[in-house]
């Protein structure tokens, strides 16, 4: 496919992202549909369909409207390549007189919704500018070396065997940022032999901060796929139990957890082994923080949808909270950036929850690198 074939092809899987398709789903039947299309093609249309989504109120402003055509065409004028829409052979038709656009300001140039930005001012302050143009970028790619297999040496050497570059990151100790081979790294033999897992950085850096030691009884809450879980798992020699509400996350973890050479118990009944030691809350949360990543997450969250997230997450901490032994420690985490969802949920928590202390807090953005995250640790009182 030609440049400007990728184009048309961009357009076509935007508009029906656009008419209400999920993006992952558009894309599948677009590559179904499109056997001339090589990988080279298929990988080159996902990327600029996902530099669309992430910048959909920009786009629209420069390409003259929010559909599949208005966002290609709004990405090449910003890039300087609208002599791509030439309507030559596959390539979309030059732009008309009603396609001027416009320079998009405020909320549409930072390209988040015009709602949510006053709360992201007061959450961030003055970073709320650089961090919102951060999340507008392609989010890095990230591998956490498995410490049980291998060191970070052992693993760049070992990546590095199979043509694959990775360099270490200065914010979690088993970080590898990878080098743009990442379409090679799950066929690879490093990572079918369990010495790294994909794992965003801020992720890595979030357990890495967690009050583990050898012998704890530890429950990972709202495991998901279980990758903090794993990375609990290479810290240190703990019991690990993981739960999510939704058990078919974790369908996968137990192939991981062999891959990795660590056990892990998944629990439909987490109050059946407690108490526990420590227990961790990857609450549910609105993504924020991963939205270069899950730029459709963006557009979809509303105020009445994050006020029902903070109820949950409200009700999470309470039962993850009978379950900690006295002494033992809660940690509670999201990948947001908002106060509310944040510091002011500890806040709520400690205001209706004797016995509890807050020890320490950590907050990431994508400024640092990898995700926005947050993590406030609590320790229980031991009467």
């Not at 910048?55 to 090449?76: N, Q």
């Not at 590898?176 to 850096?205: F, H, N, T």
């Not at 996350?249 to 420590?278: F, K």
Request: proline letters at 6%.
């Amino acid at each position: 496919m030609t440049p400007s074939a990728r184009l048309a092809a961009a357009i076509e899987v935007l508009d029906r992202i656009l008419a209400g398709s999920p993006a992952e789903r558009a894309l599948t039947n677009w590559g179904r549909a499109s056997r001339f299309a090589g990988s080279g093609d298929r990988a080159a249309v996902r990327d600029l369909v996902f530099d669309a989504l992430r910048r959909r109120r920009s786009a629209a402003a420069l390409g003259g409207g929010l559909t599949g055509r208005g966002l290609v065409l709004g990405l090449c004028r910003e890039a300087g390549q609208e002599a791509l829409f030439t309507g030559e052979g596959h390539a979309p038709a030059p732009a008309t007189a009603d396609e001027a656009g416009h320079i998009p300001a405020g909320a549409e140039a930072l390209d988040m919704p015009d709602w949510l930005l006053p709360r992201l001012q007061d959450s961030l302050g003055d970073q709320m500018a650089a961090v919102c143009r951060a999340m507008r970028d392609r989010a890095p790619v990230f591998v956490r070396v498995n410490l049980r297999k291998a060191s970070v040496p052992e693993a760049v050497a070992a990546l590095a065997a199979e043509g694959i570059t990775a360099e270490p990151h200065p914010l979690a100790q088993a970080c590898l940022e990878m080098g743009g081979q990442v379409r090679k790294l799950q066929a690879g033999a490093a990572y079918l032999g369990g010495l790294v897992e994909l794992q965003d950085v801020s992720s890595q850096a979030v357990v890495e901060a967690l009050p583990l030691q050898d012998g704890m009884r530890v429950l990972d809450h709202c495991a998901g796929g279980g990758g903090k879980t794993l990375a609990m798992a290479a810290r240190a020699r703990l019991t690990l139990h993981a739960h999510d509400a939704a058990p078919q996350r974790m369908a996968d973890l137990p192939t991981r957890a062999a891959r990795a050479g660590v056990a892990v118990a998944l629990t439909a009944a987490p109050e059946s082994t407690a108490p526990y030691d420590l227990v961790l809350v990857d609450a549910p949360c609105s993504g924020l923080g991963s939205w270069r990543r899950d730029p459709e997450g963006k557009w979809a969250l509303t105020p009445e949808r994050l006020a029902a997230l903070g109820a949950t997450q409200a009700a999470i901490l309470r039962r993850a909270a009978a379950m900690v032994r006295p002494g033992g420690w809660l940690a509670y985490a999201t990948c947001s950036l908002l106060a509310e969802e944040n510091g002011g949920r500890v806040a709520g928590f400690l205001a209706e929850t004797p016995g509890w202390t807050l020890m320490q807090t950590l907050t990431l953005t994508p400024l640092t690198g990898g995700d926005g995250f947050f993590l406030a640790t609590l320790q229980r009182s031991d009467t």
